[in-house]
Every structure is written in structure tokens, then in C-alpha cells.
């Protein structure tokens, strides 16, 4: 499979999620229609003094914020660092990605039980587990990656 290259396998990474959205997709929705309130702005507005006026929803507002920037940067350089520093296959690289799903199916099956247990452990416990797969990929020696 690598000599299909790194492109491809993103692509196919990326077309795995096709048969999870047709599926939701096919799930039937009935949501009663929305209270008419007032214009969007002054509703986003009103969202937003609540959130960050409460000190707790502030602190894990922030904290999500600052968590989303720096996945973002880490999904934008991943795929270059990994076939470019560490040496990834095509092959390898596509398993680093996958594991990364699994990962994050085993999360969402334990979210409820954390979450029903410990409410305000569950997001920082799984916050510093991805920290813990992050800080993996940055101790890795260039060039000596298992999955190359």
C-alpha cells in the first residue's frame, strides 16, 4: 500500500468519512421549529456574556479555545512531519492516523461513564491524554520512527 504514497492515503483517511455521514445521515430528525427570538447577532451576543460570565463555562471556554488552536496547528504539520522527520511510509502514516480514530471511538465509549462519574475530571483527563500522544510524537529521533 505505499507505493501509493502519502496523498492517497490521506485521501483515503478522509473518504472513511463518508459512510459515518451517510449513516447520520439517514437518521430521521424531527426537531420542533425554533422560537423566533430576534435577530442572530443579539442571540450570539447574549450566548456569549452568559458563557464567559460564568466562571467555570469561562475557564473551560478558554481552555477548549486554546485546545482547538493548537490540535489545528497540530493536524496542518502532522502529515509533513511525520514523512519528512520521522520517516513515516505512506503505510505507517496511514496507521498513526487510524490509531488516532480508534482512540477517539474508545474516548467517546468512556466519555459517558467519566462524565457520569466525575464531571469536572472527564475533559482535562482526556485532554492530558492527548497530550500524552502528542508529547510521544515530539520526543520521537528524527529518521527512527517504527512505522517507517
Known sequence: ??????PVAVLVDAASYL??????????????????????LREIQEG????????MLRSLALS???????????????????L????????GLGLTLAATGVGGLVGSG????WGGR???????????LDGVGIAVIAVTPAGHAALG
Open 1 to 6: 500500500m505505499s507505493w501509493l504514497g502519502a
Open 19 to 40: 459512510a459515518p455521514a451517510l449513516l447520520t445521515g439517514r437518521i430521521p430528525v424531527e426537531d420542533p421549529p425554533a422560537p423566533v427570538r430576534g435577530p442572530l
Open 48 to 55: 456569549l456574556r452568559w458563557v464567559y460570565g460564568q466562571r
Open 64 to 82: 477548549t479555545h486554546g485546545w482547538t488552536l493548537f490540535a489545528a496547528v497540530l493536524g496542518a504539520v502532522y502529515v509533513p512531519y511525520g
Open 84 to 91: 519528512l522527520e520521522l520517516g513515516f511510509s505512506a503505510l
Open 110 to 113: 468512556l466519555s459517558e461513564r
Open 118 to 128: 466525575r464531571p469536572g475530571i472527564a475533559v482535562p483527563a482526556a485532554w492530558l
